[in-house]
């Protein structure tokens, strides 16, 4: 098993900046990639970026030059980092993180909101 916390959401104005941070904990030695997925009131959820074990990145179109997703190895931990910059009312939903073992699929986090408005 995987254990997922995910923190840093919160509400930013337009142009804005937030951070969001993802710990893996458990049984973590075969994770494939972690990354980040939103999903936004009435909208199915979409992917927002990834990061492979070996470090390549994939980024959706709609924040490419604005998102940076990082990893971080401590110990028994992986923490995946989302950093987001110029900040659009648009980018306002429910931010999941997520980790995919090769053997048994995929484990989501709880999600962190986060709220882009004037």
């Known amino acids: 098993q995987v254990q997922l916390v995910e923190s840093g959401g919160g509400l930013v104005q337009p142009g804005g900046s937030l951070r969001l941070s993802c710990v893996a904990s458990?049984?973590?030695?075969?994770?494939?990639?972690m990354g980040w997925y939103r999903q936004a009131p009435g909208k199915e959820r979409e992917l927002v970026a990834t990061?492979?074990?070996?470090?390549?990145?994939?980024?959706a179109d709609s924040v490419k030059d604005r998102f940076t997703i990082s990893r971080d190895n401590v110990k028994n931990t992986k923490t995946v980092y989302l950093q987001m910059n110029s900040l659009k009312p648009e980018d306002t939903a429910v931010y999941y993180c997520?980790?995919?073992?090769?053997?048994?699929?995929?484990?989501w986090g709880q999600g962190t909101q986060v709220t882009v408005s004037s």
């Open positions: 990061i492979t074990t070996t470090g390549r990145t994939n980024y």
């Open positions: 458990g049984s973590i030695f075969s994770i494939n990639f």
């Open positions: 997520k980790a995919n073992r090769v053997y048994d699929g995929d484990y």
